[in-house]
């Protein structure tokens, strides 16, 4: 199947201004329902908010002190939900919380993590326990106990293209570096300019408008459609490390600071640690949002204050802006992570606009659901929801990695343990009339067995164009390859990029 990339005309149903979780994961639930989609997302899929999380589908423990325990039993559901979906990309993971007995007594921690256990449904993840901590361990040697308990990861930006493509092949229409300009009210639809790069603009319309622009909900309403915004938004930076592996194991930890804030150290693509995250209030333009040097040593020190071994060199930073719904809350990072979705319509009752606000990674698809929920009224014709029980893209079924290293013998190990962590089942497509190594195409990285194989099939399916978009959000290569690796990359698509 080929995922075209060019603009469109015509008239929808609903049409999804955002491509980021929330975005993709409406339009993946609306074209699953029955109805003709199209999203617009102005950058690349997944170039903001979605690709700068701490990359965990969580619970989110530390909620249950501000006593949020709808939230959290609602993300608690949603792993197990997801991890069903699309285990190539959600993993269960283990945290460790090294106890500090003057910032959060032990009993506290107990009563908490007992909480996490049993608020939600725990099929596939293990329990929580005290734990005497191993003296030769990666900790210093005055943390002797703490507790363990279960999240899981996830590839972020990945999940938001798997949503893409689930949409896509439900029907959508997805258009990456196409921005709304406006969108007004006509005879009960809405027409909507968009404007693709390097193309005029041009008008399409839609029975019902969905605004999930994260960070942008209001700017959007405000300047693009002309109304006024139900909620305003609190934005709060977030910033991350990625530093070299800081130890062995697969296990991260959740590490308390004396401003009882909380970071964690998450093993990263093997080689690395991840290290994050802030919470600054940001008045910025979310597209420039950088780390700060302030951010850089706040993490520094914390993992310094817990690790025998301190990082050597930050191999790359990281950040993004949380678009959060203002509940008033002083401290930043005690503004709720909850959502809220707000539907208006014009004087007839129709043209519905439904706005996005807040919400985690974690709980995207009931975030979809429910939006949709909200629209059923004005499509009756539409089916029920399916994306609690089938997979996305690349999670229908178990690849078995043995199987497919006989079928092709002379495919690097390593390579194809790659693909399937980032495509799953979808190396087939990747490997669709593969037969020799020559029909990988050219060579670009030999350290990390990049083809122009590779390429061409992430700009056919996954809408990529740039060596960024492959670089550091369909695949983190960019984290391995040299400055000649990467520009032969970008050599490569100049030559080969198919000309919208
Ligand atoms: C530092 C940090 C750590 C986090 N960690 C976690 C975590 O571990 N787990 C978790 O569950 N959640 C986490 N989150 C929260 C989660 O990442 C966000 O809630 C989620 O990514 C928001 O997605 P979104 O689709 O609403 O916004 P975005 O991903 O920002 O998408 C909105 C899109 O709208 C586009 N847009 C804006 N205006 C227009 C226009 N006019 N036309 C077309 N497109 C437009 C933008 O380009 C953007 O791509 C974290 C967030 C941050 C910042």
């Known amino acids: 199947m080929f995922y075209p990339n060019t603009t469109t005309q015509g008239s929808f149903d609903l049409l999804v201004i955002g491509g980021g979780i929330n975005g993709t994961g409406i339009a993946a639930d609306a074209a699953g329902r029955g109805l003709s989609v199209c999203l617009c997302e102005q950058d690349d899929l997944a170039q903001h908010t979605s690709s700068a999380s701490s990359k965990l589908i969580h619970g989110g423990l530390r909620y249950l002190e501000h006593y949020e325990f709808r939230m959290v039993r609602e993300a608690l559901t949603e792993r197990e939900v997801l991890m069903a979906k699309a285990p190539h990309l959600i993993h269960p993971l283990r945290f460790i919380l090294p106890h500090q007995p003057h910032l959060r007594p032990a009993w506290l921690i107990r009563a908490g993590l007992f909480l996490y256990d049993h608020l939600g449904p725990r099929q596939h993840l293990q329990g929580s326990q005290y734990l005497s901590l191993d003296r030769d361990g990666p900790l210093k040697p005055e943390f002797h106990t703490g507790f363990a308990y279960s999240d899981c990861w996830v590839d972020d930006a990945r999940l938001v293209v798997a949503n893409a493509q689930a949409a896509y092949e439900g029907g959508a229409k997805i258009l990456p570096r196409t921005r709304c300009l406006r969108a007004t009210r006509q005879n009960d639809l809405w027409h909507i300019e968009l404007k693709t790069e390097n193309q005029p603009p041009y008008s399409v319309t839609a029975k019902a408008l969905v605004n999930a622009t994260g960070p942008w ?71 420039q949002v950088q780390i700060t040097e302030e951010e850089q040593s706040y993490l520094l020190d914390i993992i310094q204050r817990y690790f025998r071994q301190a990082p050597t060199e930050v191999v790359h930073r990281f950040s993004g802006v949380r678009p959060l719904f203002n509940d008033q809350a002083q401290d930043p990072s005690a503004v709720t992570r909850d959502f809220s979705l707000k539907v208006s319509t014009n004087a007839n009752g129709l043209a519905p606009l439904l706005s996005v606000f807040g ?14 929920d909200l629209l059923s009224p004005f499509f009756p ?120």
Request: glycine share 6%.
């Open 359 to 372: 919400g985690k990674l974690t709980t995207y698809r009931v975030l979809a659901e429910q939006a949709l």
């Open 217 to 287: 909900a209001v700017q959007v309403l405000e300047h693009c459609l002309h109304t006024k915004s139900p909620h305003s938004l609190r934005l709060v930076r977030g910033s991350h490390l990625v530093v070299p592996r800081l130890y062995e194991g697969t296990q991260a930890y959740i590490l308390q600071n004396e401003d009882r804030r909380i970071v964690f150290a998450i093993p990263y693509w093997d080689q690395f640690t991840l290290i994050g995250t802030t919470d600054c209030e940001y008045q910025g333009d979310p597209a």
């Open 381 to 500: 014709q539409m089916n029920p929801s399916q994306t609690a029980h089938t997979a996305l893209p690349g999670g229908e079924y178990p690849l078995n990695q043995q199987a497919v290293q006989e079928r092709y013998p002379w495919l690097d190990q390593s390579l194809l343990q790659r693909w399937i962590k980032q495509y799953g089942c979808r190396v087939e497509s990747l490997l669709d009339s593969v037969q020799t190594l020559e029909d990988l195409g050219p060579l670009l990285s030999a350290s990390m067995h990049l083809y122009g194989r590779e390429l061409d099939y992430l700009c056919q399916y996954e809408w990529a164009q740039t060596a960024e978009d492959i670089l550091w959000r369909r695949t983190k290569l960019g984290l391995f390859l040299s400055p000649s690796d990467c520009a032969a990359v970008e050599d490569y698509l100049k030559a080969n990029r198919p000309k919208h």
